[in-house]
């Protein structure tokens, strides 16, 4: 189906780090899912007495996390006694030995990227439990006390006007490795947004590449000003920049969220992306100052 676009820019969001600080929320929910994973570790007094120092250590090492259920591993990497700058340095190898050596048994990989790495994250079977167990104690917190999960989350300051803005004027899409309900709802009761939920692409429930998605908006929207896309990890910019099709997509990496100076850094080396304070942003999103 092709939208009529013509005269709008195509607007895609990443919403954690962009839109919505989650990592205290999420943290919580890790160390909640741990300990159904692993009670004899986590429901005990010791684990309990070490949650705070858990959570802090979960937000310095959020920039290398690429799907929500790495979180639950990384908790208990951390609380064995694994350095923030460790898993900092080596997460991309340290995730799956920590799984196989818990017996979290992995699927053969699905050749979605010709065999590259980064595939996995999407197909495999441990990472599927992993995912379930995750959003389950994320629906149950819901369901108990939503107000007491929507807590730990924050919208950045000054961008939920900058996504409403854009709203008005443009097509505005999300698109996100968190489940769509959870970022509908934190829009909703979080930023005071109505976002249609047709419009919030979830790569951890489709396993589609972000580059993909983006490749399918611009098809849908052919006619469209312009092509937009925000990220706070540069990792996945990259991705997109060797993408087909990514010459058409201007790319943005916001200057908060979860990356590091040294990742800021090298985007700023790179033609292709822009590095954007809030300012910049705001204006890029149409909101008049």
Request: some cysteine; glycine content about 8%.
């Amino acid at each position: 189906m092709v939208t009529a676009s013509a005269g709008k820019r195509v607007v895609a969001l990443d919403f954690d780090g962009v839109v919505c600080d989650s990592v205290g929320e999420s943290s919580l929910s890790a160390f909640k899912a741990a300990a159904i994973q692993w009670p004899e570790i986590f429901k005990t007094a010791a684990a309990e007495a070490a949650k705070p120092q858990l959570v802090e250590q979960m937000r310095a090492v959020r920039p290398v996390v690429e799907t929500g259920y790495e979180n639950v591993v990384q908790i208990r990497c951390l609380y064995e006694g694994v350095t923030v700058e460790q898993m900092l340095a080596g997460w991309h190898d340290m995730l799956p030995a920590k799984m196989k050596e818990w017996g979290l048994q992995r699927s053969e990989l699905v050749e979605m990227f010709g065999g590259v790495w980064d595939s996995w994250i999407a197909e495999d079977l441990a990472g599927c439990h992993l995912v379930e167990l995750f959003g389950g104690v994320r629906d149950s917190w819901i369901a108990d006390d939503l107000a007491g999960w929507l807590a730990p989350n924050r919208i950045y300051p000054g961008v939920a006007d900058a996504v409403a803005a854009a709203m008005q004027q443009d097509e505005v899409y999300i698109v996100t490795t968190k489940q769509a309900h959870y970022t509908e709802v934190l829009l909703r009761d979080m930023a005071g947004i109505s976002f249609p939920s047709d419009r919030i692409h979830s790569t951890t429930v489709s396993g589609e590449p972000k580059a993909s998605v983006l490749g399918r908006l611009a098809a849908q929207h052919a006619d469209a000003a312009g092509y937009i896309f925000v990220e706070d990890k540069h990792s996945t910019l990259e991705k997109v920049t060797k993408a087909p099709g990514a010459e058409a997509w201007q790319l943005y990496l916001v200057d908060w969220g979860y990356n590091t100076p040294a990742e800021r850094q090298a985007a700023a080396a790179d033609p292709r992306i822009t590095v954007v304070d809030l300012q910049h942003f705001q204006q890029l999103m149409g909101l008049s100052s």
